[in-house]
């Protein structure tokens, strides 16, 4: 059942202390227009994201910001979604490169801060 996993994996990244995604400024923007469009509000702090260099962003999210983010990345990624083929692209491609970073945690961090982390979507380093 894929909706469990999902649900597992969004309790592990709320248990995250703080994690660090790196990516095009582009991408970063994008994500945010789509959390925003999300019940209308966006829940991200302020001044999160900063130059990393090489054309890149590195954006500091709390797990509950990660959490938020997958599953608005998970929704939106869904070949039903209103998103267009771009879009689903690019959701798909960051819940995945978010999964693989909570799935190696587990759900025994659920419940506990995790040491910040990198996730690298959007972007070939």
């Known amino acids: 059942m894929e909706w469990m996993r999902r649900r597992g994996r969004l309790d592990v990244a709320s248990g995250i202390a703080q994690i660090e995604l790196l990516c095009t400024p582009s ?10 469009h999300r019940y209308g509000t966006a829940h991200f702090a302020d001044g999160t994201q900063q130059p990393a260099g090489a ?4 954006v500091t999210l709390s797990g509950l ?6 599953d608005v990345a998970a929704r939106r990624g869904r070949w039903w979604s209103r998103e267009d083929r771009p879009g689903r692209a690019l959701c798909r491609t960051v819940y ?3 999964a ?7 759900p025994d ?3 506990t801060a ?3 982390i990198t996730l690298t979507a959007g972007a070939r380093p």
Do not use: F, K, N, Y
Request: charged share 20%.
């Open 27 to 36: 991408v970063w923007a994008s994500l945010l227009t789509r959390c925003a």
């Open 55 to 58: 054309g890149l962003v590195r």
């Open 65 to 70: 910001e990660l959490a938020e983010l997958m």
């Open 96 to 98: 995945r490169a978010a």
């Open 100 to 106: 693989a970073s909570v799935d190696h945690l587990g």
């Open 109 to 111: 961090h659920a419940d």
């Open 114 to 116: 995790i040491p910040p």
